[in-house]
């Protein structure tokens, strides 16, 4: 029997976000979202490999108290337990602090044998956090892993996937536990089970706040105030547009092209 966490991140629904003109930040409470399409496909790959080794899936994510609505959607999908990390004092953290408070979270759990997260987040692009909360928590990890090839059992766990390095698929081995970040070729998202979408409404969410997670000694990164980077400016792209209309014969417009391009410094 296997002990999986997958890693869930609400991100905003649509492009029509707020922004905290002071802190930088996404006004995320009463803004729509969704569940990364990227850890979506991570918590496929957790169904998948609990399906064919046995296993329970929990779920964590941290956000407003609306984020339970992540968690209810992965018990339809398959998920088992969900924790939310849910306080004011976990607000705006920056990719480090994140995973801190992941970190912190899943040290409460009795043990854990495979950390799923998504390669990166569709509001943030960083994919930082996943190999950060393997440094975290002192366990080997892989990222940008493209499939799962199997897991055998011995003295020692170990599990061997193929990671995309871009030019080359790699091989790779690790002991377990270990954390994986994920592609979308690891997976394909399931639709809802409409039977585990009716039960999930019954289960439980385990809530843990600022004070389950805080520890006396050491260093710590919560929220922002526990963030060591910080948005100086938030601002859209610009979407100045302007256009010329040239007439003449073509040959005559193909230098007039080649010249502006040089000018313009494209070519």
């Not at 496929?44 to 609306?66: F, H, K, L, W």
């Not at 990166?120 to 393997?134: E, F, M, W």
């Not at 499939?147 to 091989?171: C, F, N, P, R, S």
Request: glycine share 8%; hydrophobic share 40%; aromatic share 6%.
């Amino acid at each position: 029997m296997l002990n999986v966490i997958v890693c869930l991140k609400q991100v905003p629904g649509t492009n029509e976000v707020e922004i905290d003109p002071q802190l930088g930040t996404l006004k995320r409470e009463n803004a729509a979202t969704k569940i990364n399409l990227y850890d979506l496909y991570a918590l496929e790959a957790a169904v998948n490999i609990t399906d064919q080794y046995g296993g329970r899936i929990t779920v964590i994510s941290m956000g407003p108290p609306q984020a339970k609505k992540a968690i209810l959607e992965a018990y339809a999908l398959g998920a088992h337990h969900g924790i939310l990390l849910s306080d004011r004092r976990f607000a705006g953290a920056d990719t480090l602090a994140t995973a801190f408070t992941l970190a912190q979270a899943i040290r409460r759990r009795e043990s854990y044998d495979l950390i799923l997260t998504g390669m990166q987040t569709s509001d943030g692009d960083t994919a930082q956090v996943g190999p950060a909360l393997a440094e975290f928590l002192g366990i080997p990890h892989v990222a940008y892993v493209h499939k799962v090839l199997g897991i055998q059992h011995g003295t020692e766990k170990t599990i061997t996937v193929q990671a995309d390095m871009g030019d080359a698929l790699d091989t790779l081995q690790t002991q377990m536990p270990c954390l994986l970040t994920c592609t979308k070729e690891v997976s394909r998202p399931g639709l809802p089970s409409y039977l585990r979408l009716k039960a999930a409404r019954e289960r439980d969410i385990t809530v843990w706040t600022y004070d389950d997670l805080k520890q006396e000694t050491g260093p710590a990164y919560f929220g922002l105030d526990g963030s060591p980077t910080r948005v100086q400016k938030v601002f859209p792209p610009s979407k100045e547009q302007a256009h010329e209309r040239w007439e003449g014969p073509p040959a005559a417009l193909a230098r007039r092209l080649y010249a502006r391009l040089q000018e313009m410094k494209r070519i």
